[in-house]
Every structure is written in C-alpha cells, then in structure tokens.
C-alpha cells in the first residue's frame, strides 16, 4: 500500500512525463494498489476479454499441457516459425497460438501456419504436427496501446485453456529453446503459479522482481484465484500509455497475493531464453514489408 501511494506522488509530479523516458523506472507508470484493481472498471474490462476469447478452430486438445504464446500479425510472421518447428518435434505437447487479430485475419493466419506445417512435413518427414491450436483475442478498444495487449493476452487465454489441459506454460514469443522443454514442464506443471524471481538490486523495482516472459500456470482454485488477480490488474493498466512494464507490474501484483501458491523457477534451467539474434529476424521481416 505504502509503495502504491509512493508511485502515485510519483506520478501526480511527473508533469514532464519524465518516467516514460527511463526505462528503467517506466513501471512506476502502472503500480496500482489493491482498492484499484479490485474496482468495477478492472472487473468490467475483464469480463468483457475473458467473453472475446475464442477457438478459431474445433481441435479438440492432443496432450494434457500446453505451451502458450500470444501475438499479432507482425509476431506471428516473425516467430511462429520456429514455434511451429518446436509444436512438431514436441508432439506430446500442445502449442497454442493466441491471434491478438480480426476474425478474417486470424483465419488467414492459422491457415497460414497450416501451410507451413505440411511444408515442414514434406522437409524433414517429420510429420504434419496435430498439436498446433489456435485462438482469437481481438484487441479491445479500451487497449490504448495494443503492443501491450499482445503480449498480456496470454495471460487472459490461460482461464480457457486450463479448461482443456492441467497446466499450460505462458512464453513471451520471442522466446527460443536451448534444450528439451519436457523435463521442464514435468517439473513445474504441478506448480498452481510459477515464474523466474529476481534477485540483488534488481528486485529493489516491483516490475522487475518477477519476469513475465516465462510463466507456468495449472489448474485448480489456487491458480484460478491467481489469475483473476492478474487479468484485473492488466485490465486496469491496459487503458493506460507508457505501460510497457503492465505485466511484469501485474505478476508482481498476483505473486504477493498468492505466496503460497508460487514456485521460483529461477534455480531450475529453464529451456527457453531470449536470443540477441531475434533481433534480426525483426528487422528482416520489417524490412521486407513494402512501404506504405
């Protein structure tokens, strides 16, 4: 509560909008406190996205886990590549592919990705993967900046994805793996919430004392409860500019409420890291879309 206030003052003085200018403190911009989260605006926004979300086919689940990403067009074209590639050596884990897109887009995309699986098939014979789902999450229009929204959607998708497996890990989409995820997700899958702790100064900053890019919930009341905490503190900072740290700001959020319930994945070796060059595979892609 204290903190909150403490970034409140902060905020109410920032009238050069100085903090969204330092990365480093830009999640003071969204750390709310409790009463906030708990209002009818956090609680209203939250119903109407849980409501939006929806299959954009009838698979049916082949596993009983799944690895989770959420992306827009953009990042689909950029990473579902290699995610993809991953769904198809991976066949006894589902992957789930979260379209921040219209209706019409997202189609066009899931069959997309269809094509790219009978083409990775027709490589290495590997087999065309019956693992890939996909799901719609159309932006809402409350979302003042939508680049956030992609990346939280994930987090709102997990309420209907654990009604189809036991535990599903959320990834940033950028993420790429090092080495087999499946000892990884044994491990962590009977967790109700984990995710990586910082440590030394860095967790002195509330958004950097729990990374979002990596984030394993199960099923169950414990992890319902978390994740209701988390959608309603996303829900709120989403209407919000400058909120780049939102979800960083909103597992920090759920982690102290539901102490109980975390598991630090920050001794175990986690599979999947961020990897410099996906930086140009951004830039590529940026680049081969013809001028407006």
């Avoid at 990473?79 to 066009?108: G, K, M, N, R």
């Avoid at 069959?111 to 693992?131: C, F, I, R, S, Y």
Wanted: charged fraction near 20%; charge should be neutral.
């Amino acid at each position: 509560m204290l903190a909150a206030e403490h970034f409140q003052r902060a905020r109410n003085l920032d009238s050069g909008n100085f903090l969204a200018r330092f990365y480093v403190d830009l999640g003071a911009r969204t750390y709310f406190t409790e009463s906030d989260v708990r209002g009818n605006e956090a609680n209203a926004r939250t119903a109407d996205i849980l409501k939006s979300i929806e299959p954009v086919s009838s698979r049916q689940p082949t596993n009983d886990t799944s690895i989770v990403i959420s992306v827009d067009a953009t990042f689909f074209r950029i990473y579902a590549p290699t995610f993809l590639y991953y769904a198809q050596q991976l066949p006894d884990i589902d992957h789930s592919i979260v379209l921040c897109a219209s209706e019409e887009e997202a189609w066009e995309l899931s069959e997309d990705g269809n094509k790219l699986l009978h083409a990775l098939d027709a490589v290495n014979n590997g087999g065309v993967a019956p693992n890939v789902h996909y799901y719609r999450a159309p932006v809402p229009e409350f979302a003042i900046e939508p680049k956030t929204f992609y990346a939280s959607a994930r987090f709102y998708a997990a309420t209907l994805l654990l009604q189809r497996y036991s535990s599903v890990t959320l990834l940033d989409a950028d993420l790429t793996a090092d080495i087999d995820p499946r000892p990884h997700i044994r491990k962590t899958k009977r967790h109700s919430i984990a995710a990586v702790k910082s440590g030394g100064y860095t967790a002195l900053s509330p958004w950097r004392r729990y990374m979002a890019g990596n984030v394993v919930v199960s099923s169950g009341d414990k992890s319902h409860n978390a994740l209701s905490d988390m959608q309603r503190y996303l829900s709120l900072g989403l209407g919000l500019t400058d909120n780049w740290m939102l979800d960083q700001n909103a597992l920090a959020f759920t982690v102290e409420r539901n102490l109980s319930s975390f598991y630090n994945l920050g001794g175990a070796p986690r599979p999947y890291t961020q990897k410099p060059f996906r930086e140009t595979w951004e830039k590529n892609y940026r680049r081969s879309i013809p001028a407006v």
